[in-house]
């Protein structure tokens, strides 16, 4: 529990967000300042100095405290063949592609594969796992290399050793192939292991570090951009351009976007995946817009609480939304568990929620909160029961049917999904996300005319919404976002 014996006040917290800032590139702004406040917080009470000065002392810039803290900071969410699209993508067209291109006579091409920002490895070990599982081991030479800004995720990914909570995806065959399970950890067979080559880097001082982007043929990034704002995020993709080879492609977290960017990279559709490639931009929406989004917009993250604004440049007023015991606001366990949700540390969010539940076990809102949170850890089960218990409370509440229809959606259940969606739209016409996500049900059933009739009337809502509506996020997506997918969709 934070008591209030480690204060953070504002300049410390300025302070602060300089400094990290400075050595990883992280961007602060109103949307993160809670985890900042929560996380200096935490290790002031780790390190047991209430000395704002002190504390400031100990967090140089190659510190042993400046990895703690950031470490608290970025999520190192990640599982085993996340978006197993991308993979299939990879060694179905992109690899036979790019040897195709590389061959030259009877010498196998070299192809260097980079995995930035591993977090703990599953990532790259999946790269290695589906190029095991494909026809091309023999006809290159492959390297792998993988790295992290966090010195512990690197460790852990050495190692080899995973908790079940790593593999979500329904297809676990290559489990049995290459783990053994040993009192209740997946161990990693070194056939896998030593495929991979992992470093401690960060991203933004590649000059310093032993690993480099230079001839890379094919860069994951997937994730990771959430933490950079806009400029960084620029400076980054030129420098991705200049190292990539002439034929590389980028791969980024399913619903990141660079469309918005003065990127050298568009969007383009490879196998089932939307991969990145060079070129002038593909996609824009028809009209021009003064708002810009976000960068980086996380497919499955609907869960973000509408209340909380976007993020945008750091103010330095360090709002508080963790409540006092005192409290007597009613919803003090919901708000915590929004704020948990935000910084991602789900098992307090949903710890909140539940309690919440359990003074006001009608409260919707935390049982949507629960049902989203368990969707997003494709906990699918946990969600549809969840869902089910809001129905019976309410049953005219759009989040749930879009939920539902994204659980469904997930597993390729595109009949049960358009349902769920129809019902979405029923409470919501203008619900501009469900609108997208039934058109894009239609298309994966081949019903291509009803998609498409479904993309532009995605469009025209969001045509009709005010220039201010536009970066409100609803499931964790802009309409801005929303429409540039719709504009390259609709054939
Ligand atoms: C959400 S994880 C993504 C893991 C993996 N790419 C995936 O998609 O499953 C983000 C990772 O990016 C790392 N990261 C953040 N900033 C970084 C930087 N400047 N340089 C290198 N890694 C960074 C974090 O430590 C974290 O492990």
Not at 160 to 167: A, K, T
Not at 265 to 294: D, N
Request: overall charge negative; proline content about 4%.
């Amino acid at each position: 529990m934070i008591t209030e014996k480690y204060n953070v006040e504002e300049p410390l917290l300025i302070e602060v967000e300089t400094r990290v800032r400075a050595v990883t590139g992280i961007n602060f702004d109103s949307s993160n300042w809670f985890s900042l406040k929560v996380a200096i917080k935490e290790r002031m009470e780790a390190t047991q100095i209430e000395d704002p000065n002190i504390y400031l002392k100990i967090l140089a810039p190659n510190s042993n405290e400046m990895e703690k803290l950031t470490s608290l900071l970025v999520v190192h969410e990640t599982y085993f063949f996340r978006d197993k699209r991308q993979f299939d993508a990879l060694t179905e067209v992109v690899l036979p592609e790019l040897i195709e291109k590389k061959k030259i006579g009877q010498t196998k091409p070299r192809i260097k594969i980079m995995s930035c920002g591993c977090s703990f490895g599953a990532e790259p070990y999946s790269i290695a796992i589906s190029l095991m599982e494909s026809n091309l081991m023999d006809q290159a030479d492959f390297e792998i290399i993988a790295f992290d800004l966090n010195k512990n995720a690197i460790e852990r990914a050495e190692s080899g050793e995973f908790s079940s909570h790593m593999f979500r995806e329904p297809d676990t065959e290559f489990l049995k192939k290459y783990f053994t399970l040993k009192e209740n950890r997946f161990l990693l067979h070194n056939e896998i292991k030593e495929k991979v080559q992992f470093y401690n880097a960060n991203l933004f001082d590649l000059e310093h570090a032993p690993v480099s982007l230079a001839g890379a043929d094919v860069v994951f990034l997937r994730n990771v951009l959430i933490y950079f704002n806009q400029a960084d995020t620029e400076k980054l993709m030129q420098k991705v351009d200049k190292n990539l080879s002439p034929e590389g492609v980028l791969f980024l977290g399913s619903s990141e976007s660079l469309l918005f960017l003065e990127s050298p990279f568009h969007l383009k559709q490879i196998g089932k995946a939307l991969l990145w490639v060079r070129g002038s931009k593909s996609i824009k929406p028809t009209e021009p817009r003064t708002v810009s989004i976000k960068p980086n917009i996380k497919k499955t993250e609907f869960s973000l609480p509408k209340d909380i604004p976007l993020p945008r440049k750091p103010k330095p007023k360090p709002p508080s939304k963790m409540r006092t015991q005192e409290s007597d606001d009613l919803e003090e366990h919901y708000e915590n568990g929004l704020g948990y949700l935000k910084i991602k540390i789900f098992d307090k969010a949903e710890n909140e929620f539940k309690e919440q539940l359990k003074q006001t076990p009608r409260h919707i809102k935390s049982l949507i909160r629960l049902a989203t949170l368990y969707a997003d850890s494709d906990l699918d089960q946990q969600a549809i029961e969840t869902c089910q218990e809001i129905i019976k409370i309410d049953n005219l509440v759009d989040e749930i049917y879009f939920v539902l229809g994204l659980v469904y959606f997930k597993r390729g259940d595109y009949q049960q999904a358009i349902e769920h969606f129809k019902k979405g739209r029923y409470c919501d016409e203008k619900n501009f996300v469900v609108l997208y996500y039934l058109a894009l049900s239609y298309r994966a059933v081949d019903q291509q005319k009803e998609a498409n009739h479904l993309f532009h009337q995605t469009e025209s809502v969001i045509d009709q919404m005010e220039q201010d509506q536009l970066r409100q996020e609803r499931f964790g997506y802009t309409a801005d976002y929303i429409y540039s997918l719709c504009a390259d969709m609709a054939a």
